[in-house]
């Protein structure tokens, strides 16, 4: 899907929504959030990249929705760099906990490198400076998970914001 839509749905509104609402939670629970964008303009992944390493955070969610041609992909699924880092593993293995304690979405797994290529990576996940995971919520080419996420956003929201705050602590040793 060049223009990352499915029937009209366009990725990038998807994924802003969620990002959004994942900020919102972590802000009322205290955590100080950056974003790569907080509105509706084009960014290509260096400039994501390069907004991302000047606010020097702890670590980096990129939020996506997937897609695929077959009618029965369907569920979350996380990226990291296939190096393999331990905490991208911890960060995305918390998110896909909490996604699991609310029953919705199959559990895809963790996966490392880049879809086309184990030898190459996601460019957010080669070029950021801190730990980064590349989260694909759902498939937009399934129908089935775009009625999941319009019923569930705000607890697809909930479940990422408790993975990083999960995180955040086992990083601090509490």
């Not at 959004?20 to 955590?31: K, M, N, P, R, T």
């Not at 393999?84 to 919705?104: G, K, M, R």
């Amino acid at each position: 899907m060049a223009d990352g839509g499915y029937n009209g749905r366009k990725e990038k509104d998807d994924n802003l929504a969620l990002a959004l609402a994942v900020g919102e939670i972590l802000s009322d629970s205290g955590v100080e959030v950056g974003f790569t964008r907080v509105e509706d303009v084009y960014q290509s992944p260096v400039d994501k990249a390069r907004n991302a390493n000047r606010q020097d955070g702890d670590f980096l969610v990129s939020i996506h929705r997937n897609s695929s041609t077959s009618p029965s992909a369907t569920g979350v699924e996380m990226w990291v760099h296939s190096s393999n880092p331990t905490d991208d593993n911890l960060l995305a293995q918390n998110i896909l906990d909490c996604f699991d304690t609310l029953e919705i979405m199959k559990n895809r797994g963790i996966y490392t490198g880049y879809r086309d290529g184990k030898d190459m990576n996601y460019y957010i996940n080669r070029n950021t400076k801190m730990p980064s995971v590349l989260a694909e919520i759902g498939f937009i080419s399934s129908k089935d998970d775009n009625k999941k996420y319009d019923e569930n956003i705000e607890k697809y929201a909930k479940a990422i914001a408790d993975g990083i705050e999960m995180t955040l602590k086992e990083m601090n040793g509490e």
